[in-house]
């Protein structure tokens, strides 16, 4: 049976590859497994059919063989757990790959999804110009903290693997804001993803649905 993701039918970020389909699809691509997608509206997110899919009404879904998975987290995790490209041999390697996915996920990404709500949900608060910079703040020390891991490594841990597909998914998320600009190390660390050809493949597919 084939995999079928969903993505927005008309993606908030209109194809800049912020939407976290893209993260599957990249680790689909990276894995060599053909799949189809199925595009969602945003009041078909919040209807039934969806939800039983994914309880949250959000995207992207997962469904392969009577299963049926939601969170982009999770599912390059099976993913990755389930075909070769994305985790090491070494169960050492392999399990701070597993490592480095959640942390991108739990440590780094929160703060960078609080500065987009400051932005865009609570911009027109009378306390926002305060809270902006607290926020940004935040995504500093975590950035600061990254960057002096990273180093000048190519990657996370030895070589490429889910967790840096995870990581640079995250980053990608704070590249608009210009904070991403202060860490060369992690721009460039961010650029070696993206220059990836199933990135490339990746970006191309959400791009060629979102684009104006």
Known sequence: MSIVITAFEKSPDGGMGLAR?????????????????????????KEPAHLAAH??????????????LFESGAIVFHIAQRHGGLLPGDSHARARAVTWMFA???????????????????GDKPWAAE????VAGRIRQR?????????DAEW???????????????????????????FPNLA????????RPAYQRAFAAQRAINAP
Do not use: K
């Open 188 to 195: 460039a660390y961010v650029a070696r993803g993206e220059a």
């Open 55 to 68: 309880p949250f009404g959000q995207i992207p879904t997962y469904e392969e063989d009577g299963l049926c």
């Open 131 to 134: 809270r902006m910079p607290l």
């Open 156 to 182: 996370l841990d030895g070589a490429f693997s889910a967790g840096d597909l995870m990581m640079v998914s995250v980053l990608l998320r704070a590249r608009p804001s210009g904070i991403l600009d202060g």
């Open 104 to 122: 991108a996920l739990s440590t780094v990404e929160p703060p960078i999804l609080d500065l987009s709500i400051a932005r865009f949900q609570e």
């Open 21 to 45: 389909d893209t993260r599957v699809r990249w680790a689909l691509e990276e894995a060599g497994r053909p799949y189809d997608v199925r595009l969602v509206s945003f009041q078909a997110m």
């Open 143 to 151: 950035l600061d903290m990254l960057s002096r891991h990273l180093g």
